[in-house]
């Protein structure tokens, strides 16, 4: 069963307009949420959680658990925030993770 | 100090053949995880260790694949007569404790099934 979608598998915006990158959830239970990000030509790393409930380089991130989603968003996009952005889901334990497809952001100059 | 590492960086292997990865994790770090990544998907779960143990083994695909860590450090996947369907990018992760500790990734191994 998909866990975790991601819808989008390309987003292009313009530099300083804002960006919402789009993550929905299957999971009974209360599942852990991140967001990962993996940069052209680097590692896969972490870029927030739900847990920390922390703002990381100006994106956020909201639970919504009525409509299981955890979008990532930010207000104003910089180049710089083009990348691969990976929605991941944890089980309690943290022994098993799940990730989405993927979103490729582009931001334009 | 030193990420997580994993060798080789590629390998291409004729069907049928028998591969090892091997990952070495951040030293200290209890918890060491394997993924498989497909052409345009997200990492799937393969194993998880605590320690020496595989505290979840559920995403390891069929009896194919196998992975050890006899030390509670460095990690050897397996693949046992590899099919071309298990070409993909293996990425290795290791956290402090495998609780809500980060997970560090390694640059993966690029394997090759021809």
């Known amino acids: 069963a998909q866990r975790v979608t991601q819808p989008e598998k390309l987003l292009s915006v313009f530099k300083g307009a804002p960006v919402e990158l789009k993550c929905n959830y299957s999971?009974?239970?209360?599942?852990?949420l991140f967001w990962y990000v993996q940069y052209s030509r680097q590692r896969l790393q972490l870029l927030l959680r739900h847990i920390s409930r922390e703002s990381i380089k100006g994106f956020t991130a909201d639970l919504n658990k009525g409509e299981t989603s955890f979008h990532l968003k930010k207000p104003f996009a910089q180049e710089e925030d083009s990348a691969m952005y990976y929605c991941?889901?944890?089980?309690?334990?943290?022994?098993?993770?799940?990730f989405g497809s993927g979103t490729k952001l582009n931001v334009k100059p | 100090g030193a990420g997580v590492s994993q060798t080789p960086s590629n390998k291409v292997t004729e069907k049928g053949k028998y591969v090892e990865l091997r990952c070495d994790p951040i030293?200290?770090?209890?918890?060491l995880y394997w993924y498989r990544q497909s052409l345009g998907q997200g990492p799937e779960f393969l194993i998880y260790?605590?320690?020496?143990?595989?505290?979840?083994d559920s995403g390891l695909p069929n009896d194919r694949f196998f992975a050890v860590r006899p030390e509670g450090s460095v990690s050897t996947l397996k693949i046992q007569r590899t099919e071309r369907g298990d070409s993909a990018v293996y990425l290795c992760?290791?956290?402090?404790?495998?609780?809500?500790?980060?997970?560090?990734f390694g640059p993966g191994t690029r394997l090759t099934v021809l």
């Open positions: 992760a290791s956290s402090l404790t495998g609780t809500i500790d980060t997970q560090y």
């Open positions: 999971y009974s239970g209360s599942p852990e």
């Open positions: 991941a889901l944890s089980e309690a334990n943290f022994n098993k993770f799940y």
């Open positions: 030293s200290g770090h209890t918890a």
């Open positions: 260790f605590q320690g020496t143990g595989a505290a979840d």
